[in-house]
C-alpha cells in the first residue's frame, strides 16, 4: 500500500518524463540510484555500476566528471552499497578510497551525506552527480537509473535496503 | 718596412687575435652567466611549482580525508590557513620571477588559486558545521585543485621545462659558438705567428745568408763583389755598409796598388841610386868596408899583420909634365890608372889611393888571404907589362919603378867627408921605400916578400937598404918565375899548370891570373928595360 502511494506520489510530483516516474511503490525498500539529470545515462550494468562508484570509471563523457554522493557511515544505504557493490567493510571502504586518492587515483573522494535529503538537494545540483538513496526519498529532480535494466521496486532488481541472500 | 716594425706589427696582430679571443671568452662568460641565472631562475621556479604542487596536492587531499570522517568537529583554522596561506606566497613568488612569457600563465595561477583556497577555506570553515556548505566548497575546490593540479601546473612545469632546456641550449650553444670561435682563432693566431715565423725567418736566413757569403767574397779581397739585398730594413742597411765597405776598400785597394806602383818606381829609382852610391862607394872603399860602413855607420880600426903593400912611380912623369898639356897629362894617367885598376881587381889587390902618379894598393886585406905576396908579384909583372905597352903622347915612353913588402898593418876609415879607407905602419913605409929604391920596370921585394914567394919566382939579391928608421933591410929584385914551373910549358896555355898546382899545394885555393907574357920569359922579360 505504501509502496503504491509512493508511486502515485512520484507520478503525480515529475510527471512521466522524469526517470523517477518508474520508480514503483513496490521499490520503497530499494536503493535508488540517482544522477544529476544532464548525466548521459539512463542505465547500467551492475558492474558499471560497480566501476563508477568505486572511481575506476571517472567520467561519463569527456567533459563530464563522475560526481560521486555517498552516504555517512552507519546508514542503511551505506551498509547495503558496501555489502552489494563495494563488498567490503567500513574500514576496508576508507582504505580503499584513501590508497586510490594517494596513488593519484582518482583526484576527487566520495562526499558523504549524512541524509537521503542532502544527497537529493547535491545529486540534484552537481553536474555529473551520482549518489544512492533510499528509493522511497526519491524526489523530482534527480535522474533514477535502470540497473541491469531494472528499476527500483521491478522484478529482478538487485539494490535492496534490507540485504536479500 | 723594418725587421723591428715588422716584428712588432706581427706581434701586434697576434696580441689582437688573442685579445678577441679574451674578449670573445669574456662575452661568452657574461653569456653563460645569463644563462646561468635563466637556468637557475628556471630551477627555482621549478622547486617552487614542485612545492605549490605538493602543497595544493596535500591540501587537496586533506580535504578528501576530512571529508570522509564520520562525525567531524569544527576545525583549528589556524594551520590549514598557514598553509594555505604559505602556498600562496610561493605562488606570488612564482609570479614574481616569471618572465613576460610566463607571466600571464602564473597570474593565470594566481588567480585560479585565490578561488582555490577560498574554496579550502569554504570547506574548513563549514566542515563540522554545516555539511551542505562544507560539501559545496568541497565540490567547489576539487575542480579548481584537479585544474591546478592537472593542467596549469603541468603546462606551467612545461614551459619551466621547455625553459630550462633552452637555457641548456643557449648554454651549449653558446659554449660551442666560443669553443669553434676561439679554436679558430688559436688556429688562426697559431697559423699567423707559424707564417710570420716562417717568412721573417727566410727572410733573416737568406740575407745573413748573403752577408755571410758577400762577407766571405770581400773578405777574400774580391772587392768587385756587391751584396744584393734591396730592402730599406736593418739587413738592407747593412748590406748597404758592406757594399760602401767593399767599395771604400776597393777604391783603398786601387790607391794602394798606385800608390805600391809609385813606391816600386821609387824604389827602383833608390836602388839605382843606392847601387851608384854603392858603386862610387865601392870605388873609394872596399866591398866589405863599404857594407860595414853601410851597416853600422862606422868602420872600426882593424890590425891586419900580414898585407903586402904595393907601390908604383912613374919614371918619365915629370918629363912628360912639361911637355903635355894638363888635361893632356890626366888623361894619360887615367889611361894608366884604369889599367891599373883592372889589373889590380884581376889579382885579388885592393886599391888604396893614387897620389899624382904614384898607385898604391895592398893584397890580404880587407879580407885576409895567405896568397897575397904571390898575386901582389904577379900583378906587379902586369902592371909593368901594361906600361910598357903604352906610349905617352909626344912618343915618350913612361917606364914604373914597384915596390912590395910584406907586414902588419892598421885599416881604417878617417873623416867623415871624402873619407876614405887607409892603412897605416911601417910595412907601409917600408913599401914606399921598396918602389922609391927600386928601378925601372923592376919590382923591388923587401925580404919578407922575398921568404914568401921565392918558391914561385927568381930573384937577383941588390943587398941592404936602410929605412928611415935605419934598420938594414934585404931588398931583391923579383926577375922571373921559377923556370921550374914554366919549364916546356906551351905558350899558347895561359896557365902553367905546375905554378898553378903550386899556388894551389901552398894556399889551398885556385890561381886568380897569370900574366902569360911571363912564359916567354927569354922573349919578353919584364926588368929587361
Request: charged share 20%; glycine share 6%.
Given at each position: 500500500?505504501?509502496?503504491?502511494?509512493?508511486?502515485?506520489?512520484?507520478?503525480?510530483?515529475?510527471?512521466?518524463?522524469?526517470?523517477?516516474?518508474?520508480?514503483?511503490?513496490?521499490?520503497?525498500?530499494?536503493?535508488?540510484?540517482?544522477?544529476?539529470?544532464?548525466?548521459?545515462?539512463?542505465?547500467?550494468?551492475?558492474?558499471?555500476?560497480?566501476?563508477?562508484?568505486?572511481?575506476?570509471?571517472?567520467?561519463?563523457?569527456?567533459?563530464?566528471?563522475?560526481?560521486?554522493?555517498?552516504?555517512?557511515?552507519?546508514?542503511?544505504?551505506?551498509?547495503?552499497?558496501?555489502?552489494?557493490?563495494?563488498?567490503?567493510?567500513?574500514?576496508?571502504?576508507?582504505?580503499?578510497?584513501?590508497?586510490?586518492?594517494?596513488?593519484?587515483?582518482?583526484?576527487?573522494?566520495?562526499?558523504?551525506?549524512?541524509?537521503?535529503?542532502?544527497?537529493?538537494?547535491?545529486?540534484?545540483?552537481?553536474?555529473?552527480?551520482?549518489?544512492?538513496?533510499?528509493?522511497?526519498?526519491?524526489?523530482?529532480?534527480?535522474?533514477?537509473?535502470?540497473?541491469?535494466?531494472?528499476?527500483?521496486?521491478?522484478?529482478?532488481?538487485?539494490?535492496?535496503?534490507?540485504?536479500?541472500? | 718596412?723594418?725587421?723591428?716594425?715588422?716584428?712588432?706589427?706581427?706581434?701586434?696582430?697576434?696580441?689582437?687575435?688573442?685579445?678577441?679571443?679574451?674578449?670573445?671568452?669574456?662575452?661568452?662568460?657574461?653569456?653563460?652567466?645569463?644563462?646561468?641565472?635563466?637556468?637557475?631562475?628556471?630551477?627555482?621556479?621549478?622547486?617552487?611549482?614542485?612545492?605549490?604542487?605538493?602543497?595544493?596536492?596535500?591540501?587537496?587531499?586533506?580535504?578528501?580525508?576530512?571529508?570522509?570522517?564520520?562525525?567531524?568537529?569544527?576545525?583549528?583554522?589556524?594551520?590549514?590557513?598557514?598553509?594555505?596561506?604559505?602556498?600562496?606566497?610561493?605562488?606570488?613568488?612564482?609570479?614574481?620571477?616569471?618572465?613576460?612569457?610566463?607571466?600571464?600563465?602564473?597570474?593565470?595561477?594566481?588567480?585560479?588559486?585565490?578561488?582555490?583556497?577560498?574554496?579550502?577555506?569554504?570547506?574548513?570553515?563549514?566542515?563540522?558545521?554545516?555539511?551542505?556548505?562544507?560539501?559545496?566548497?568541497?565540490?567547489?575546490?576539487?575542480?579548481?585543485?584537479?585544474?591546478?593540479?592537472?593542467?596549469?601546473?603541468p603546462k606551467m612545469q612545461s614551459q619551466q621545462d621547455e625553459s630550462v632546456k633552452q637555457a641548456r641550449q643557449s648554454f651549449d650553444d653558446v659554449t660551442r659558438r666560443t669553443d669553434q670561435v676561439s679554436i679558430g682563432i688559436f688556429i688562426v693566431s697559431m697559423l699567423f705567428s707559424v707564417a710570420?715565423?716562417?717568412?721573417?725567418?727566410?727572410?733573416?736566413?737568406?740575407?745573413?745568408?748573403?752577408?755571410?757569403?758577400?762577407?766571405?767574397?770581400?773578405?777574400?779581397?774580391?772587392?768587385?763583389?756587391?751584396?744584393?739585398?734591396?730592402?730599406?730594413?736593418?739587413?738592407?742597411?747593412?748590406?748597404?755598409?758592406?757594399?760602401?765597405?767593399?767599395?771604400?776598400?776597393?777604391?783603398?785597394?786601387?790607391?794602394?796598388?798606385?800608390?805600391?806602383?809609385?813606391?816600386?818606381?821609387?824604389?827602383?829609382?833608390?836602388?839605382?841610386?843606392?847601387?851608384?852610391?854603392?858603386?862610387?862607394?865601392?870605388?873609394?872603399?872596399?866591398?866589405?868596408?863599404?857594407?860595414?860602413?853601410?851597416?853600422?855607420?862606422?868602420?872600426?880600426?882593424?890590425?891586419?899583420?900580414?898585407?903586402?903593400?904595393?907601390?908604383?912611380?912613374?919614371?918619365?912623369?915629370?918629363?912628360?909634365?912639361?911637355?903635355?898639356?894638363?888635361?893632356?897629362?890626366?888623361?894619360?894617367?887615367?889611361?894608366?890608372?884604369?889599367?891599373?885598376?883592372?889589373?889590380?881587381?884581376?889579382?885579388?889587390?885592393?886599391?888604396?889611393?893614387?897620389?899624382?902618379?904614384?898607385?898604391?894598393?895592398?893584397?890580404?886585406?880587407?879580407?885576409?888571404?895567405?896568397?897575397?905576396?904571390?898575386?901582389?908579384?904577379?900583378?906587379?909583372?902586369?902592371?909593368?907589362?901594361?906600361?910598357?905597352?903604352?906610349?905617352?903622347?909626344?912618343?915618350?915612353?913612361?917606364?914604373?919603378?914597384?915596390?912590395?913588402?910584406?907586414?902588419?898593418?892598421?885599416?881604417?876609415?878617417?873623416?867623415?867627408?871624402?873619407?876614405?879607407?887607409?892603412?897605416?905602419?911601417?910595412?907601409?913605409?917600408?913599401?914606399?921605400?921598396?918602389?922609391?929604391?927600386?928601378?925601372?920596370?923592376?919590382?923591388?921585394?923587401?925580404?919578407?916578400?922575398?921568404?914568401?914567394?921565392?918558391?914561385?919566382?927568381?930573384?937577383?939579391?941588390?943587398?941592404?937598404?936602410?929605412?928611415?928608421?935605419?934598420?938594414?933591410?934585404?931588398?931583391?929584385?923579383?926577375?922571373?918565375?921559377?923556370?921550374?914551373?914554366i919549364a916546356g910549358v906551351d905558350p899558347a896555355i895561359a896557365v902553367p899548370p905546375l905554378f898553378a898546382q903550386r899556388y894551389r899545394t901552398y894556399f889551398g885555393k885556385e890561381l886568380p891570373a897569370f900574366p902569360a907574357f911571363l912564359i916567354n920569359q927569354e922573349a919578353d922579360t919584364p926588368h929587361?928595360?
Amino acid at each position: 500500500m505504501r509502496r503504491f502511494r509512493s508511486s502515485i506520489l512520484l507520478a503525480l510530483l515529475c510527471g512521466s518524463a522524469l526517470s523517477t516516474s518508474s520508480v514503483s511503490a513496490q521499490g520503497a525498500g530499494d536503493l535508488a540510484i540517482v544522477t544529476h539529470p544532464g548525466t548521459p545515462v539512463t542505465q547500467l550494468t551492475f558492474t558499471e555500476l560497480r566501476q563508477v562508484l568505486k572511481g575506476d570509471k571517472q567520467y561519463w563523457s569527456p567533459d563530464l566528471p563522475v560526481v560521486l554522493f555517498v552516504r555517512a557511515p552507519t546508514s542503511a544505504e551505506r551498509s547495503a552499497v558496501l555489502d552489494v557493490i563495494y563488498q567490503m567493510s567500513e574500514p576496508q571502504f576508507k582504505q580503499y578510497w584513501i590508497a586510490k586518492q594517494f596513488r593519484a587515483e582518482s583526484a576527487t573522494s566520495p562526499k558523504n551525506m549524512r541524509s537521503n535529503e542532502l544527497t537529493q538537494q547535491f545529486v540534484a545540483s552537481t553536474a555529473g552527480a551520482i549518489g544512492f538513496m533510499a528509493a522511497a526519498d526519491v524526489k523530482s529532480g534527480v535522474k533514477v537509473l535502470k540497473i541491469d535494466g531494472h528499476l527500483p521496486g521491478e522484478a529482478g532488481y538487485k539494490l535492496h535496503l534490507t540485504k536479500t541472500k | 718596412m723594418t725587421i723591428r716594425r715588422r716584428l712588432t706589427l706581427g706581434f701586434l696582430i697576434i696580441l689582437s687575435l688573442f685579445a678577441a679571443n679574451e674578449g670573445i671568452q669574456l662575452w661568452s662568460a657574461r653569456l653563460r652567466a645569463r644563462t646561468m641565472e635563466a637556468l637557475g631562475g628556471a630551477l627555482k621556479r621549478q622547486v617552487l611549482m614542485a612545492s605549490v604542487r605538493q602543497q595544493i596536492g596535500n591540501l587537496q587531499n586533506l580535504m578528501s580525508q576530512m571529508s570522509q570522517l564520520e562525525d567531524p568537529a569544527p576545525l583549528e583554522h589556524g594551520a590549514f590557513n598557514k598553509d594555505i596561506g604559505h602556498a600562496a606566497t610561493e605562488i606570488h613568488e612564482l609570479v614574481g620571477l616569471s618572465d613576460e612569457r610566463e607571466h600571464s600563465a602564473f597570474s593565470e595561477l594566481e588567480q585560479t588559486y585565490v578561488k582555490l583556497s577560498a574554496a579550502w577555506r569554504g570547506f574548513f570553515d563549514n566542515l563540522g558545521v554545516d555539511d551542505a556548505k562544507y560539501v559545496a566548497a568541497q565540490l567547489e575546490a576539487e575542480p579548481i585543485g584537479k585544474r591546478v593540479l592537472d593542467q596549469i601546473l603541468p603546462k606551467m612545469q612545461s614551459q619551466q621545462d621547455e625553459s630550462v632546456k633552452q637555457a641548456r641550449q643557449s648554454f651549449d650553444d653558446v659554449t660551442r659558438r666560443t669553443d669553434q670561435v676561439s679554436i679558430g682563432i688559436f688556429i688562426v693566431s697559431m697559423l699567423f705567428s707559424v707564417a710570420v715565423a716562417f717568412f721573417l725567418g727566410r727572410y733573416l736566413t737568406n740575407s745573413l745568408s748573403e752577408l755571410q757569403t758577400g762577407a766571405s767574397l770581400i773578405g777574400a779581397m774580391n772587392l768587385e763583389h756587391r751584396i744584393n739585398i734591396q730592402s730599406s730594413d736593418e739587413i738592407g742597411t747593412v748590406a748597404a755598409a758592406f757594399n760602401n765597405m767593399a767599395t771604400n776598400l776597393s777604391r783603398a785597394q786601387e790607391e794602394l796598388t798606385h800608390a805600391n806602383s809609385q813606391l816600386t818606381a821609387r824604389n827602383v829609382e833608390i836602388e839605382k841610386e843606392k847601387q851608384v852610391s854603392q858603386s862610387l862607394l865601392l870605388n873609394i872603399l872596399p866591398q866589405q868596408v863599404a857594407e860595414e860602413l853601410a851597416t853600422g855607420g862606422r868602420f872600426a880600426p882593424r890590425y891586419y899583420e900580414d898585407v903586402t903593400v904595393l907601390f908604383t912611380d912613374f919614371v918619365g912623369f915629370t918629363l912628360s909634365t912639361e911637355k903635355l898639356a894638363a888635361d893632356e897629362l890626366v888623361t894619360v894617367l887615367h889611361d894608366y890608372f884604369t889599367a891599373f885598376d883592372r889589373v889590380v881587381a884581376r889579382y885579388g889587390l885592393e886599391k888604396m889611393k893614387t897620389i899624382g902618379d904614384a898607385y898604391f894598393c895592398a893584397g890580404g886585406l880587407p879580407v885576409r888571404s895567405p896568397t897575397h905576396p904571390v898575386d901582389a908579384t904577379l900583378a906587379a909583372f902586369a902592371l909593368i907589362q901594361e906600361v910598357r905597352h903604352r906610349v905617352v903622347p909626344g912618343g915618350v915612353q913612361w917606364q914604373v919603378r914597384i915596390g912590395l913588402n910584406t907586414g902588419p898593418v892598421v885599416a881604417g876609415v878617417v873623416g867623415i867627408r871624402k873619407f876614405a879607407f887607409d892603412v897605416w905602419g911601417d910595412t907601409v913605409n917600408i913599401g914606399s921605400r921598396m918602389e922609391s929604391g927600386g928601378a925601372p920596370n923592376r919590382i923591388n921585394v923587401s925580404e919578407p916578400v922575398y921568404r914568401r914567394i921565392k918558391d914561385f919566382f927568381t930573384f937577383e939579391s941588390r943587398g941592404k937598404i936602410l929605412t928611415k928608421e935605419k934598420k938594414e933591410i934585404e931588398t931583391y929584385f923579383v926577375t922571373g918565375i921559377q923556370p921550374a914551373l914554366i919549364a916546356g910549358v906551351d905558350p899558347a896555355i895561359a896557365v902553367p899548370p905546375l905554378f898553378a898546382q903550386r899556388y894551389r899545394t901552398y894556399f889551398g885555393k885556385e890561381l886568380p891570373a897569370f900574366p902569360a907574357f911571363l912564359i916567354n920569359q927569354e922573349a919578353d922579360t919584364p926588368h929587361i928595360v
